[in-house]
């Protein structure tokens, strides 16, 4: 079975701070790997996604993560925070492009 | 559409009555999935259709919970018997099949009351 830990349900960081969200996970098989971002009243937006090949990926809105298979872990990053980036993001495993087994989210929190 | 569509936003029904969460997916996605958000968690899976037919219904919590997906496009969960317990968001996804990202709607909230 698989399963996501992300530690932390809340994070708080200033703007211009470096963002670091943890997620680590737990496959019997090569994971795909996902994170997404929840705005308020929204849906869920994909922000980036790991299948194969490079280990460092690049998503959207200046958001990064690296697949470390030694670790277990694929955290997300970001240089610099934004007010716009206080939101709940997920972290997800999947075999293939199937059914998600999301972690339980972190708030990221910024101020001014 | 330009998304997945999700309908109504909310819900509120009371304890045992019968309830339908309406999902358009997007057209052309041949894959549509349903999940359930609880309140302080992530989303939970519980069923995935590819066409027509359930491929996979194992994250159904008990049989007051069906979906059916007749002509491949909408699809409609069904929940009997509401207990408070279910009340979640529930979401729904679609992607053009197996191996394709699938995008989420806004979601229904449901409330028992």
């Known amino acids: 079975a698989q399963s996501v830990t992300q530690l932390g349900s809340h994070v708080s960081v200033s703007e211009g701070a470096l963002v670091l969200l943890r997620c680590n996970y737990s496959?019997?098989?090569?994971?795909?790997l996902f994170w997404y971002v929840q705005y308020p009243n929204q849906g869920l937006q994909l922000l980036l996604k790991y299948t194969t090949g490079a280990t460092l990926v690049k998503g959207i809105n200046g958001f990064e993560a690296e697949f470390k298979k030694s670790e277990t872990s694929f955290h997300l990053t970001k240089p610099s925070a934004h007010m716009s980036d206080a939101a709940e993001y997920f972290c997800a495993v999947s075999e293939g492009f199937q059914k998600l087994v999301f972690g339980t989210g972190t708030r990221l929190l910024v101020s001014p | 559409g330009a998304g997945v569509s999700q309908t109504p936003s909310n819900k509120v029904t009371e304890k045992g009555k019968y309830v339908e969460l309406r999902c358009d997916p997007i057209?052309?996605?041949?894959?549509l999935y349903w999940y359930r958000q609880s309140l302080g968690q992530g989303p939970e899976f519980l069923i995935y259709f590819q066409g027509t037919g359930a491929a996979d219904d194992s994250g159904l919590p008990n049989d007051r919970f069906f979906a059916v997906r007749p002509e491949g496009s909408v699809s409609t969960l069904k929940i009997q018997r509401t207990e408070r317990g279910d009340s979640a968001v529930y979401l729904c996804a679609s992607s053009l099949g197996r191996g394709y990202e699938a995008f989420f709607g806004q979601g229904t909230r449901l409330t028992v009351v």
């Open positions: 496959s019997s098989v090569p994971p795909y």
């Open positions: 057209s052309g996605h041949t894959a």
